[in-house]
């Protein structure tokens, strides 16, 4: 997986804009980039931080839109005011960073020995529940081994945490490029 950084530049702004957008109420210009990369699917999770605390994530793992879109709706949903996902206040906008972790396409797995623990995230897939663990997940939360972090990724779907061993579940992994910008520093 392969993004120049002259589309992340694009993505992070247009994320920013969005963000900006709807804190101001304003309808904003997003930039467009001619890149290959930007035009097909990826799942994608945005984050904010707020002078170094994170406010909030959000994100599709399967979305059927490309990217670029993706990313300008999750900016634009993830602080919107109906459902009160991220409370984000005006002044805040000049102590914010945003981070975007884009999945790669997703492999379905058989057994706990196929996922490296800080390389790989994870979706479970199950009837009553789906749920992720993105690779930066095991190390902020201290998941020492590959079946902690299958527990927590089936806790994230409502799930028993053994349920990934069931013939009913989907493992799935995947890799991410992360990249972020601090617009404290704008």
């Known amino acids: 997986m392969y993004i120049s950084n002259e589309a992340k530049e ?8 969005c963000i900006l957008g709807k804190i101001n ?7 467009q980039i001619d890149d290959e990369f930007v ?6 999770f945005i984050q904010l ?30 602080i919107d005011t109906s459902n009160n996902e991220i409370k984000l206040e005006k ?18 797995i058989y057994k706990e ?7 790989h995230g994870i979706i479970i897939k199950h009837l009553e529940g789906n749920g992720i663990m993105l690779p930066i997940d095991a190390q902020e939360n201290c ?8 527990n ?19 493992v799935y992994r995947f890799e991410t490029e992360v990249f972020k910008k601090d617009y404290s520093k704008i």
């Open 10 to 17: 694009v993505l992070l702004n247009n994320a920013y804009n």
């Open 39 to 44: 035009k097909e699917i990826h799942g994608v």
């Open 113 to 119: 020995e196929d996922i490296i623990i800080g390389k």
């Open 25 to 31: 109420n304003i309808e904003v210009s997003l930039e």
């Open 91 to 108: 002044h805040e906008l000049s102590y914010m960073e945003i981070k975007i972790s884009i999945l790669s396409k997703l492999t379905r």
């Open 143 to 150: 998941c020492e081994g590959r079946t902690i972090f299958l």
């Open 152 to 170: 927590e990724a089936c806790h994230n779907a409502g799930l028993p945490s053994y349920q990934w061993q069931e013939d009913d579940c989907e």
């Open 49 to 78: 931080i707020v002078d170094g605390v994170s406010k909030g994530i959000m994100g599709e793992y399967e979305p059927n839109t490309n990217l670029i879109d993706t990313i300008n709706k999750l900016a634009s949903n993830l």
